[in-house]
């Protein structure tokens, strides 16, 4: 009868993810030989070859993929059958791994985080700051319990919950004439440089989409990976950008800078939850997104005394 242990499954799925001896080693922190003699004792215990020897590295066969998938579930049903466990004492107790998106984290997690230690002071809380991929990846393998990022999210395994809508706002240099305007319209974007953050971050999309710019010979990146760059370019009078409406009461001051509402019907974002299907803490996540809405409407407070500043 063959004999599996969670500890082979582990190995493998690392091995999976990585694709190399090495790294998959390193990511259990083991030596690269224990592994190796992991996965074929689980190749001996199932009778089946699960992975092709290559001189880069590893390649999955076909069965291995299989295998690999069925896997990643079982871990996962184990580490929901241990928070399961660890949490049933109580709402936002324990540990939980929170993984949130660059354009929204330097924004939310200021007034979020005293809300969560005020409320809840049990709860030890991790929190992770990447682009929406990479931070999905992690979910769904178990490394984040939930994530806070712009909606939607394609992914069968993963439960969603939108909080709030965030607008988006046109900003501009505060030597731009304006002619008397009060709301932007998409040809003030069309008819200025549009800086933007780079490749990979989930704004960036949005505001594309909003602007309908196919060709993006228009628009300048430099390779910025947050918003306060952007600005910092904006104020320079190096171009206009689309900023979301929560980071106005922490980029807006003290730059130079106008910051205008759309026409209707404005642009936005939705921003919400993102948790693992069979996760067994949906009510932490639940009670966690009523801090979100309310740490949000704190944002906007700012926001405001930022526009009139």
Request: with cysteine; charged share 25%.
């Amino acid at each position: 009868m063959a004999h599996v242990t969670l500890k082979q499954l582990r190995y493998f799925d690392a091995l999976a993810r990585e694709q190399h001896f090495g790294r998959a080693a390193d990511a259990c922190a083991v030596t690269q030989p224990a592994l190796s003699m992991q996965i074929q004792d689980l190749e001996a215990s199932l009778g089946i070859s699960l992975v092709e020897r290559t001189r880069n590295g590893v390649k999955l066969t076909a069965k291995g993929e299989e295998i690999a998938s069925r896997a990643q579930r079982l871990l996962n049903d184990v580490r929901n059958l241990i928070d399961y466990a660890q949490h049933a004492g109580g709402i936002l107790s324990g540990v939980l791994r929170l993984g949130v998106i660059p354009s929204v984290a330097p924004y939310l997690l200021p007034p979020l985080l005293p809300l969560l230690k005020d409320k809840y002071p049990d709860l030890e809380l991790h929190v992770r700051e990447t682009q929406t991929q990479v931070l999905t990846d992690e979910l769904v393998e178990g490394k984040l319990d939930v994530l806070l990022l712009a909606l939607p999210i394609k992914n069968p395994d993963v439960e969603t919950l939108s909080i709030f809508d965030d607008r988006f706002l046109l900003a501009v240099p505060k030597s731009k004439k304006l002619s008397g305007r009060v709301r932007a319209t998409k040809d003030m974007v069309e008819g200025d440089r549009l800086l933007l953050l780079e490749e990979g971050h989930c704004l960036r999309d949005q505001a594309l989409t909003y602007c309908s710019l196919r060709q993006v010979d228009a628009v300048s990146t430099f390779g910025a990976s947050s918003l306060s760059t952007i600005v910092e370019m904006v104020s320079a009078g190096l171009g206009i950008t689309l900023l979301p409406e929560i980071c106005v009461g922490v980029e807006g001051r003290n730059r130079e800078i106008k910051v205008m509402r759309f026409v209707e019907p404005e642009p936005s974002r939705a921003i919400g939850l993102a948790w693992r299907r069979s996760s067994p803490r949906r009510d932490d996540f639940l009670a966690l997104s009523k801090l979100i809405s309310v740490a949000w409407q704190a944002s906007l407070k700012r926001g405001a005394i930022a526009m009139q500043a």
